[in-house]
């Protein structure tokens, strides 16, 4: 029972490791020229130049190519360099925008501190009304 779990789960892993290797090996194909191989990336288009050296086959990119490949890495260089840096302004200003619009506890206690005396008084206001109207009509009746 156990040499079944643990069967299963190594085959399946073979059989995606040989599927990834056959298309590594598909990826590529070499072509015989005059002075060695040229060797193109299916994927990217992308050629080298090949030459057999002590039975190992060692490949240069040629100069155009590598030039492009440069300029791509250079450029996506300056995009993530340039996304960083707008990454950073904006979480700045975030939280710039967010703690200036927060008042401190000090102010906070003093704006209730306004409130309260301002609700005393208008209360003292009122009040001072229902005084001033009882006395005006001692006859009148509340319900």
């Known amino acids: 029972m156990r040499l079944k779990h643990i069967l299963i789960p190594a085959a399946l892993v073979s059989l995606v490791a040989a599927s990834a290797f056959s298309e590594e090996a598909d990826r590529y194909r070499l072509e015989k020229s005059a002075n060695g191989y040229v060797r ?8 080298s130049l090949c030459e057999e050296r002590s ?5 240069k990119t040629a100069a155009d ?3 492009a490949f440069q300029d791509q890495v250079d450029r996506l260089q300056n995009s993530v360099k340039a996304l960083d840096e707008r990454v950073a302004k904006l979480e ?5 925008r967010f703690e200036s619009t927060l008042p401190s506890e000090e102010d906070f206690n003093k704006t209730m501190g306004y409130m309260e005396r301002f609700l005393r008084s208008f209360m003292d206001i009122v009040k001072d009304m229902d005084k001033d109207e009882d006395g005006a009509k001692p006859n009148s009746q509340k319900t």
Do not use: I, K, P, W
């Open 40 to 47: 193109m990336d299916t994927q990217t288009g992308a050629m």
């Open 55 to 59: 039975g190992q086959l060692v490949c």
């Open 65 to 67: 190519e590598r030039a």
């Open 92 to 96: 700045n200003s975030l939280a710039a």
